[in-house]
């Protein structure tokens, strides 16, 4: 009988031994999916009530260090919310000094991180009222041009520009990687709107690359406007604006390569109150011609390259797409860019 005891004592440790030395395997893929929102608890925040708690739902967990900077409520203001970090979920307390007609974004901007430090890939927004319905009014459009990030400003009720400096704006989007961007669920009122290239509590955006919109204000009393447009790129002083070759021959170490140049003709169609240029532009180089009476127009020795077309009115003749100023009454000149790269 002592004996029997004995044997099973042993095999129970052979048993648990061999349980513990068991390990998830080593290596595999690294994590590089963003995380994605699943749902918010109640699934429509409207009549939402001061302090309400709702829960909202990742489909994976979070890093918490990130969420401090990444929660933001708009339109900007001074909001008493709080939150408790539980893995893949938030749980969220609405802040105390809601007002009844207005909706409210709440946003996870680009900052949010996974468990693995993968940033989402676009700023995910919550709605979220004291009534029962969310307002309307959209905002949608592209940024062109040269930037790794772009983010749109928008001011409620069409302040100044001066009041733009000095005024945090009211909502703060940041732009998808391919330039797109949409506000959704806004008053239908009136907007002052800027494209910058930088934003941040410490960022001088008028000393970054920024783009004004062609008209001073925008209003959303028919609910939603499309293709509100900017080009974001550093500004183009004159002597660079117009490429030219006086050679089809480069040196390159004492030895001749011939330069493959092109020439690109087209025509514009169109009323336009002033003289249209077209602008031709890469990485490398730019090309900017003016564009004849009859509407056509020649740009020739191209180099090889992929390029991206736009025309403009030039309103002062200084053959530069302007974006406007700060510092005066003008506002950015319009403009046009073709739909596909060409290629060369």
Known sequence: MRIAKKL???????????????????????????????????????????????????????????????IKIFPNGDYDFKYEYKGDEIDFWMPSNLDTDTTYMLVFDTNLKDEHSVN?????????????????????????GDFNTAFILLWLNNPSKAM????????????????????????????????VQQYGSNIDYTKEAFS??????????????SS???????????????????????????KKTLVKTGTILG?????????????????????TNAVELGGNYTIDEVLEGKYQLLIYEDRNNDLILNMGSFTDKQFAERFYVYPDSLNF
């Open 8 to 70: 099973f004592l042993l095999l129970a440790i052979i048993f648990i031994n061999n349980c513990a030395s068991v390990s998830a395997p080593q290596g595999g893929a690294i994590d590089a999916i963003p995380p994605e929102l699943v749902s918010t608890t109640p699934k429509i925040l409207t009549e939402i009530n001061p302090t309400q708690k709702i829960t909202i739902q990742f489909n994976e967990y979070l890093q918490e260090a990130s969420l401090k900077k990444a």
């Open 228 to 254: 509100i447009n900017f080009y974001l790129t550093r500004p183009i002083k004159k002597e660079e604006s117009v490429v030219s070759s006086d050679s089809l021959t480069v040196d390159d170490t004492d």
């Open 267 to 287: 025509s514009v169609k169109g009323n336009f109150l002033h003289p249209i240029n077209v602008f031709l532009k890469n990485t490398k180089n730019n090309y």
């Open 120 to 144: 989402i890939a676009q700023d995910i927004v919550i709605p979220f009222s004291r009534d029962s319905v969310f307002h309307s009014g959209r905002i949608e459009g592209t940024i062109f």
């Open 212 to 225: 004004f919109y062609r008209k001073n204000k925008l209003s959303l009393h028919n609910d939603s406007l």
């Open 164 to 195: 733009m400096l000095d005024t945090p704006p009211d909502y703060i989007l940041r732009a998808s990687s391919n330039g797109a961007y949409q506000f959704n669920f806004l008053p239908n009122t009136e907007f002052s709107i800027l494209a």
